[in-house]
């Protein structure tokens, strides 16, 4: 059995119930969303404070849709995962050509804690 098989369960368990406290538990959970998701990427080449940022949509249990921001910093080039809302990915594309970082902030930053995957 794979290991994304192993893992998938746990997903679903994360995403509803049960929040993401270890870094490596963040790290699976973001593997698989890049596993089992499908990814549209806006990347900020003039920003200061976002480099690129992918929208996923992974199906779960019972028809629902869990959607997913995946963040990476122009500083670290480090990947951070947020559970959004089924409108974040709407909202941010509109505009972050303006500022990728006042988008971020507006739409992305406020679900930090759904995982507690990210930096405050």
């Known amino acids: 059995m794979s290991i994304i098989k ?4 746990l997903l679903f368990l994360t995403i509803g119930f049960v ?4 870094q490596s538990s963040c ?7 890049k596993f089992e998701g499908y990814g549209s990427t ?8 976002i480099s690129q940022v992918t929208f996923y949509e992974v199906d779960g249990e019972n028809f629902n849709t869990h959607y997913f921001a995946i963040v990476t910093f122009t500083s670290s080039y ?9 409108s974040t990915k709407n909202n941010y594309s509109m505009n972050y050509m303006q500022s990728a970082g006042e988008a971020f902030w507006k739409y992305i930053q406020p679900y930090n804690e759904n995982l507690n995957c990210a930096p405050n």
């Open 27 to 33: 790290s699976e959970l973001m593997d698989i969303v």
């Open 19 to 22: 929040q993401v406290n270890a």
């Open 78 to 86: 480090q990947e951070y995962i947020y559970q959004v809302d089924s």
């Open 6 to 9: 192993k893992i998938a369960p």
């Open 42 to 49: 806006y990347t900020s080449h003039s920003s200061d404070a």
